[in-house]
Nanobody
Framework: QARPVESGGGSVTSGGSLRLSCLFSGFTDGYCLGWFRQAPGKEREGVALFDRFGRPNTASSVKGRFTISQDNAANTLYLQMNGLIPEDTGMYYC???????????????????WGQGTQVTVVS
């Protein structure tokens, strides 16, 4: 089965910006979609998602700096990351799961379909 495909990672200095993209053409109907990340030595955590009603849910650690958006025509989910800090360093993943609830919980344990990840590195 197809997986989400992430791109757009890279290395930036503190205060810089990146925009990540996730192609989700294999999960266009009846799925929840979200962004997650995992820093070295830490647990995977939720970053941002759209709930069932199209409302963004953003983790407190990135609120005000990261913005999730979507281009349905292009089957693409985006994560605009501004004001990056070293703590944002990690592997960023796009993930999908079957929509059986409100899609409003940033819990990676609920997501079975994962992209390969794209690395984000922020240096001082």
């Amino acid at each position: 089965q197809a997986r989400p495909v992430e791109s757009g990672g890279g290395s930036v200095t503190s205060g810089g910006s990146l925009r990540l993209s996730c192609l989700f053409s294999g999960f266009t109907d009846g799925y929840c979609l979200g962004w997650f990340r995992q820093a070295p030595g830490k647990e995977r955590e939720g970053v941002a998602l759209f709930d069932r009603f199209g409302r963004p849910n953003t983790a407190s650690s990135v609120k005000g700096r990261f913005t999730i958006s979507q281009d349905n025509a292009a089957n693409t989910l985006y994560l605009q990351m501004n004001g990056l800090i070293p703590e944002d360093t990690g592997m960023y993943y796009c993930a999908a799961r079957a929509r059986v609830d409100a899609c409003d919980v940033l819990d990676p344990r609920r997501y079975p379909h994962w992209g390969q990840g794209t690395q984000v590195t922020v240096v001082s």
